[in-house]
């Protein structure tokens, strides 16, 4: 006889069954062999146990798969394992000009200030600091009126840590990131006795007997060091020092999102040194004016974007094609758009190895409390000549590009549309809230929405009708621009960007924006904004008011089963 039913797997239905196997087998009434008594407790303390092995197993198995894994530190490690190295915080960068205040020249020998690389600024809007970062270790400042000089700034703290080498090939070294900082992704430098060595992406890069060590993230915390084998790269050597300088930094925290770089204020926090190497304090003698805010800033890797592309290693990983330059600056979270495309299929062949890019800076990043995206200017979907050129430099310091590939970063084209809907509601419902409502909706969909194909009209119908109370049914159609005043020209020419369905479609070069500013073919002529009193980027006609009836309730929660 079997002592378990295979039909009873389960482990509360196990621990019956032992009850009451050992209740029959010894003749123990439940009033003596229960939960409470010695053996039930160990059998009880024995349940618990199991359970915990078995939730142990669960876990381990979830978290060795990476698209299953919940936890960061699994995700990552995996990740790492496979060859990909997670990019750690990335800093945020701009630039300062620094001038004489015209104070303290008597106190000052020689007439100028010696000011050291990686001196210290500290940003007054968000309590951070930067980082002045100089082609050598000092640079000279005349205290004179004309003299001024404008130097990039990087956001960070400069730490450093020492190790002493071992003469072991394949060296390794963890140093850890501290607080809720993170180990600057680029800004890495290594010296082994004073000796600056080269950074290798892999270690078959490194060649033999070269100077070359490898960074990594870590797969615990911080950034992993190592160093080479001989065959590819030499291992320092027993008892020399390896010194390694590093940035801690916010990341996306530093980024200083402000429009009027006037408002961005800088002060130092270190010190410098006259020409006779007397100590002076550089903010008692120096103005600091912000020329370029800093920007571009991104914390870690998320994971989401780990687990799509944990599957490439980093020797495969570069910026060859387009697919790859969208998912690098995904990493950032700046941008609401991102399109890289190339022209291999047209006839004009000078620009094949050339990848063209359209960013959009994140514009849910600069609204205001009370705005939507209606209110949005049009300047603001287009990039700074600051903002390309801070972006270039940023693919330049990456290491990723190919050689032979060249990069255009595009101003997009933007073409204006309008929406006109018209709904019909229940009553009892308030027509006015419900305009806004579907504002509000249809400007979340527009800040979000991430299509470069098409905007189908489908998709705002089934928004307004799933996310507002109270509206009975929806029609939506879109008036462009640029049909409109081809309809000028020629009343029976070819639609102009729309397809057989009414939606939007867009060239890749293309921004739709749900703008007005123009007149219609009509000479109907729509305003900028979202106005509910006059014909604008988005207007809503209540054609009905629908009387709420049992049969309409019933229709109702029909619908609601559909969705459901």
Not at 88 to 95: H, L, V
Not at 201 to 213: A, V
Not at 322 to 351: H, M, R, V
Not at 482 to 503: L, R, Y
């Amino acid at each position: 006889m079997d002592l378990f039913t295979k039909d009873k797997a389960k482990i509360s239905d196990l621990i019956s069954q032992t009850f009451e196997l050992i209740q029959a087998r010894y003749s123990m009434s439940e009033q003596l062999f229960t939960v409470a008594s010695v053996w039930g407790q160990i059998i009880f303390v024995l349940d618990n146990l199991a359970q915990f092995i078995l939730f142990f197993i669960e876990d381990s198995i979830t978290e060795l798969n990476i698209h299953k894994a919940t936890r960061e530190s699994s995700i990552y490690g995996l990740a790492t394992l496979a060859g990909h190295n997670p990019t750690r915080s990335i800093s945020a960068k701009g630039e300062i000009t620094i001038s004489w205040n015209g104070k303290k020249f008597e106190d000052i020998q020689g007439g100028a200030i010696l000011l050291p690389n990686w001196s210290e600024v500290r940003c007054i809007n968000n309590a951070k600091k930067y980082l002045i970062k100089l082609p050598q270790d000092y640079i000279r400042v005349n205290l004179d009126g004309s003299s001024k000089i404008t130097v990039p700034i990087i956001e960070g703290v400069k730490n450093a840590a020492r190790f002493t080498g071992t003469g072991q090939l394949l060296q390794s070294y963890n140093i850890s990131s501290r607080g809720t900082s993170n180990i600057e992704n680029f800004e890495v430098v290594v010296r082994v006795n004073g000796e600056v060595w080269k950074k290798y992406d892999s270690l078959y890069d490194i060649p033999r007997q070269g100077k070359g060590y490898l960074v990594k993230s870590s797969l615990i915390s911080g950034i992993d060091l190592f160093f080479g084998n001989v065959h590819f790269g030499i291992p320092p050597a027993p008892g020399t020092l390896i010194e390694v300088e590093y940035l801690d930094s916010s990341g996306a925290l530093g980024n200083v999102d402000i429009d009027d770089v006037s408002k961005v204020l800088f002060a130092f926090d270190s010190d410098g040194t006259d020409l006779f190497g007397n100590n002076v304090t550089l903010s008692d003698i120096f103005n600091v004016k912000c020329e370029i805010a800093p920007q571009l800033g991104a914390s870690q890797e998320p994971v989401d974007l780990t687990r799509i592309i944990a599957p490439k290693t980093s020797r495969s990983y570069v910026l060859a094609n387009p697919t790859n330059y969208i998912t690098f600056f995904e990493k950032f979270g700046q941008f609401s758009i991102i399109e890289a495309f190339t022209t291999f299929d047209d006839e004009y062949l000078d620009d094949d190895n050339v990848i063209y890019l359209i960013l959009v800076p994140d514009i849910t990043k600069m609204l205001k409390s009370n705005e939507t995206y209606f209110d949005i200017k049009e300047s603001k979907f287009k990039l700074t000549p600051n903002q390309v050129k801070a972006i270039n430099a940023l693919l330049d310091d990456s290491g990723q590009k190919i050689v032979t590939t060249q990069v255009k970063i595009l101003d997009p084209v933007l073409v204006k549309y309008v929406v006109n809907i018209a709904i019909s509601v229940f009553e009892g419902y308030d027509p006015e809230l419900i305009k806004n409502e579907i504002v509000n909706i249809l400007s979340t969909y527009f800040l979000n929405i991430r299509r470069r194909d098409k905007i189908p009209r489908s998709d705002l119908i089934a928004a307004i009708e799933n996310g507002v109370e109270g509206v009975d049914s929806v029609s939506l159609y879109f008036v462009g621009q640029a049909n409109e005043a081809a309809k000028v020209q020629s009343p029976n020419s070819p639609e102009i960007g729309f397809d057989e369905f009414g939606d939007i479609k867009m060239n890749k070069d293309e921004i739709v924006l749900i703008s007005g500013g123009w007149e219609d073919r009509n000479g109907i002529y729509y305003d900028s904004g979202a106005s509910m009193s006059r014909l604008s980027s988005i207007n809503i006609d209540v054609r009905a008011i629908v009387p709420v009836t049992h049969n309409t309730k019933m229709n109702q929660l029909m619908k609601s089963s559909l969705k459901n």
